[in-house]
């Protein structure tokens, strides 16, 4: 379990993270969601104790990461692609960790395994293509069978298989009872990772909420008119709670109102239709609206009971 407390972090002026607070629990991927510059990387950095809050504090599992007497089986994580001795082969990377921390041999052998090195693990890691680098990194996160596991976008920059394996190593993680807190800047990417979500825009909490009940909330229906009468339409229909957008001419597109109450509306003003149907808004246009308007949203983030 991770615990975040009122966690601030400036850089002179700037603030990157901003009295954040939440919790990441067992059993399930958490996904850590925010645009470019939202904060995830510093915070995922002082849960690591590699930068110091500027107030607030966070937990791992309870204690602090540097008051544990063996971190690397507390929490392991996988920040930025890590740098690894280019000359030395994955296998003796993993030894040589291994031996630092009191891991068994057995627990390399284990966690190449489990990453799909196998049959490279005797090669040099300076000529590892970006997946096979990533694989390496999650198994260095794996090594000390860790409680809570930690990933900064660690899709990034695979290809199609890459990253179907690292969605189902978190699942199968998260499914043996471990904490596995994993960020991205893809709504897409998180929907088929992630059961629960934490959104962050500008430092700030704005969602700390089930998927399922994000993809509820953000499955707002539009209703697209055409008519011979669009100005007239447009007139008739606006009102509380009524959005009316026009994208090109003839045509409106509608929240707020049922394709019912719309078609209604136009037959008792005698006003021609030529189409009314309904479509939702994705996934990923609520999260940019979201995140777009994180100043707006900043003093009321969506939080749902567990
Ligand atoms: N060492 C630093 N010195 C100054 N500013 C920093 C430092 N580290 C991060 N920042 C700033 O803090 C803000 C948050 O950065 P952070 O890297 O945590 O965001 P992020 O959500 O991880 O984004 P990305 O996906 O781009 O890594 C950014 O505006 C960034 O420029």
Do not use: C
Not at 136 to 153: F, K, N, S
Not at 225 to 254: F, H, M, Y
Request: charged residues 25%.
């Amino acid at each position: 379990m991770i615990e975040v407390v009122e966690l601030s972090k400036r850089y002179g002026d700037k603030v990157a993270v901003d009295t954040l607070t939440f919790q990441v629990r067992p059993g399930v991927v958490t996904g850590f969601l925010g645009p470019n510059g939202a904060g995830k990387s510093t915070t995922m950095r002082m849960i690591l104790g590699l930068d110091a809050p500027t107030s607030g504090r966070v937990t791992v599992n309870g204690r602090r990461y540097a008051e544990h007497r063996a971190p690397m089986r507390q929490i392991g994580a996988l920040l930025e692609a890590k740098a690894v001795h280019a000359g030395r082969s994955a296998r003796n990377h993993l030894l040589a960790l291994a031996a630092t921390h009191g891991i068994s041999t057995r627990r390399v052998d284990e966690v190449i395994d489990a990453v799909g090195l196998r049959e490279v693990a005797g090669k040099r890691a300076g000529g590892f293509s970006l997946g096979m680098g990533q694989r390496l990194g999650i198994a260095v996160a794996l090594l000390g069978d860790p409680a809570v596991v930690m990933l900064d976008e660690p899709v990034n920059g695979l290809d199609p298989d890459g990253i179907r394996w690292i969605r189902d190593l978190l699942k199968g993680l998260a499914a043996e009872g471990r904490t596995v807190f994993v960020s991205s800047h893809l709504m897409s990417e998180m929907a088929q990772t992630a059961e629960h979500l934490i959104v962050v825009g500008r430092g700030r909490l704005l969602a700390d909420v089930s998927l399922t009940e994000f993809t509820r909330r953000a499955s707002q229906t539009v209703v697209r008119v055409r008519s011979p009468q669009a100005a007239a339409l447009r007139e008739l229909l606006a009102g509380a709670g009524v959005t009316v957008t026009s994208g090109e001419p003839g045509a409106l597109e509608v929240t707020g109102l049922t394709r019912e109450q719309i078609g209604d509306r136009a037959a008792a003003a005698r006003i021609t239709l030529h189409e009314l149907s309904a479509s939702e808004t994705s996934l990923e246009d609520a999260f940019m609206s979201m995140t777009r308007d994180a100043v707006e949203y900043a003093g009321t983030p969506v939080r749902s009971p567990r």
